[in-house]
């Protein structure tokens, strides 16, 4: 019907909008994709998600996961991705425990252990 009528649709090529960057330091994956833990508290997930709203806004969910039940430790929204988000959302969590140490497991490739967080 297109070819009757004289139209065809554009295709537009992806628009590469970000870098690539090249973290400084990657952890050893001890997580080794066993996402079950034991006990509470033992093993966090974090990550963050982009949600697109109205002409062109964004909004960010950051967010921790405990992989003992799958529920959600902390989250905090924001209006940018960066690393104010997701130190708040771990100051968040971490204000939660009761002396336990969970390891904390990002996609990015960075693992967190909470020793580590009392260095900054």
Known sequence: MMKIAGIQSVIRRKKKWHKRTLLQHISENILNREFTANNPNEKWVTDVTEFKYGNAKKAYLSANLDLYDGSIVSYVLGNSNNNQLVFKTLDQAIELL??????????RGIRIHLKCLSKR
């Open 98 to 107: 009761d002396g336990d140490r969970p390891l904390i497991h990002s996609d």
